[in-house]
T-cell receptor
Framework: GENVEQHPSTLSVQEGDSAVIKCTYS??????FPWYKQELGKGPQLIID?????GEKKDQRIAVTLNKTAKHFSLHITETQPEDSAVYFC???????????FGTGTQLKVEL | DGGITQSPKYLFRKEGQNVTLSCEQN?????MYWYRQDPGQGLRLIYY???????QKGDIAEGYSVSREKKESFPLTVTSAQKNPTAFYLC?????????????FGSGTRLTVV
């Protein structure tokens, strides 16, 4: 089955700086990679996703890049703001799979 | 508005009791999932269902049970056999049985054993 590893587990940045979270996956047949943001005491919310036929996707200050050869994908947040502070989870699903496999999460703290 | 609703938000259980957590969705999604989240930890899959009247065990199914009698409902029962049930429980649904269109999560139920 799919295995997804996520780094770093915690990340502190200054407001206005960029933040990058990286995930690697094991199954070369994986073809869908979403990112979720979880605020304290709430359920995760989908913030961006990418499919294997695309190398990069952007949505305002958020972007995701996918390197199929190296089997890794990354979340990039530019011009970070305090409200970006949360736990971020990456996930993947294989071509023949029927559920998402989640990374272990990254606690992002944006400091003033 | 379409969404996924978990209730109650907070639940207290005495040792030896069974409790049932509710999860209802009006998104017409085929697949539904239950996850457990411990403090500072990731998401661990308990059970999932891709179609009515069918469900599969996840990675940590022991001590839990589910049913899927209706498309919109996927209740989770935490039985007395679950030795450490205190956790945050998340329900999710997906329009795709493969999960390839992402999940919509509920707001969670925090279960505490007293």
């Amino acid at each position: 089955g799919e295995n997804v590893e996520q780094h770093p587990s915690t990340l502190s940045v200054q407001e206005g700086d960029s933040a990058v979270i990286k995930c690697t996956y094991s199954d070369s047949a994986s073809n869908y990679f979403p990112w979720y943001k979880q605020e304290l005491g709430k359920g995760p919310q989908l913030i961006i996703d990418i499919r294997s036929n695309v190398g990069e996707k952007k949505d305002q200050r958020i972007a995701v890049t996918l390197n199929k050869t190296a089997k890794h994908f990354s979340l990039h947040i530019t011009e970070t703001q305090p409200e970006d502070s949360a736990v971020y989870f990456c996930a993947g699903v294989t071509g023949g799979g029927n559920k998402l496999t989640f990374g272990t999460g990254t606690q992002l703290k944006v400091e003033l | 508005d379409g969404g996924i609703t978990q209730s109650p938000k907070y639940l207290f259980r005495k040792e030896g009791q069974n409790v049932t957590l509710s999860c209802e969705q009006n998104l017409n999604h085929d697949a539904m999932y239950w996850y457990r989240q411990d403090p500072g930890q990731g998401l661990r899959l308990i059970y999932y269902s891709q179609i009515v009247n069918d469900f599969q065990k996840g990675d940590i199914a022991e001590g839990y049970s589910v049913s899927r009698e209706k498309k919109e409902s996927f209740p989770l029962t935490v039985t007395s056999a679950q030795k450490n049930p205190t956790a945050f429980y998340l329900c999710a649904s997906s329009p795709s049985r493969t999960g390839k269109d992402g999940y919509t999560f509920g707001s969670g139920t925090r279960l505490t054993v007293v």
